[in-house]
């Protein structure tokens, strides 16, 4: 059975009119397919320092406290929304903890706001705390696990590659547009010290559709993934290199989404006894987003 956390409702305390990213960016969803099994949690604090720091938390925490405002240029916050990312991050340790126990296949977050750009020590791109991030330092330091996070969201998750850039325990694969927010992700970003090798970055022009985003993950980022033995890989799952999405511009279509999800599935099954699990980040055309999610549920569950 696939674990899945979905509560829109919750996540919408988030919310700014007007924005790309918005409460409205779910509500074309068919909740008659979503049984939510997994629920949201307040990850604490120790759990969100071992990727965060503690002025991080501090900042997020005074600044959402002090009513709606901005923590860049791009990311607003409101009174819940520390409270909710706290949420977002705990419910995603708790479904990783599931699936990697074995009570659940795998697993699929769809939740928000994202949090891929969130570095240690500062919220950027809409993002305020790494969720999946803090799910895979936990899988590491609980089970000692390693953790391989792909990130097929359209733009470079410059804040996962920066929390785990000098460790030789996760693995961080990207595939996104470039030249493109934030401007991180190019093939010769590959770790640091301990970690060079365990950063993989494939970054596509602009107008590449299915045919270069797949082969991307066939020729380079799969067989990294092979290489590198997981026993979890976590999927930093943003939906916006969709061609019908406003923010970007690769032309990957819901079929090329529906087959990179198989793609990923049948690579856990290989490799991590199909311990994987999804979490939503980016996917900025709620009717787009509502398919490529349909078509991520099809491949887990079946
Ligand atoms: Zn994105």
């Known amino acids: 059975m696939t674990g899945l956390i979905y509560d829109p409702g919750r996540c919408a305390g988030h919310n700014k009119e007007g924005h790309a990213e918005h409460a409205g960016r779910l509500a074309q969803l068919d909740l008659s397919t979503l049984q939510a099994n997994v629920s949201l949690r307040a990850a604490t604090d120790a759990e969100l320092l071992e990727v965060h720091t503690l002025e991080h938390l501090q900042s997020v925490k005074a600044k959402c406290a002090s009513g709606p405002g901005m923590l860049d240029a791009d ?57 999946v991030a803090v799910a895979a330092a936990s899988l590491r330091q609980r089970g000692g696990t390693r953790v391989a996070i792909v990130d097929f969201d359209v733009h470079h ?35 640091l010290g301990p970690g060079v090798g365990f950063t993989r970055n494939c970054p596509l022009v602009a107008g590449s559709g ?17 290489a590198f033995k997981p026993g979890f890989i976590l999927v930093s799952a943003g939906y916006d290199a969709h061609e019908s999405d406003p923010l970007a511009g690769l032309m990957v279509t819901t079929d090329g989404f529906r087959i990179l999800v198989q ?32 078509a991520t549920m099809d491949v887990l569950q079946s």
Do not use: W
């Not at 066939?218 to 990294?224: K, Q, T």
């Open 263 to 294: 793609m990923l599935k049948d690579s856990a099954a290989q490799l991590c006894e199909g311990k994987v699990v999804f979490a939503l980040e980016g996917g900025y055309h709620p009717g787009a987003l509502a398919e490529c999610l349909a």
């Open 157 to 191: 998750g410059n804040g996962t590659q920066d929390i785990f850039y000098a460790d030789d325990q996760v693995l961080y694969l990207s595939s996104h547009q470039h030249p493109h927010y934030p401007g991180t992700g190019l093939a010769s970003e590959t770790g």
């Open 75 to 131: 990311t607003y916050c409101g009174p819940e929304s520390e409270a909710i990312s706290r949420e977002v991050a705990g419910g995603l340790i708790d479904l990783c903890a599931q699936v990697q126990a074995g009570e659940r296949d795998n697993g699929m977050a769809i939740v928000r706001p994202p949090g891929h750009h969130a570095t240690a020590q500062r919220a950027m791109g809409f993002c305020l705390y790494n969720g």
């Open 210 to 226: 299915d045919a270069e985003f797949l082969a991307a993950y066939r020729d380079e980022l799969l067989p990294a993934l092979t």
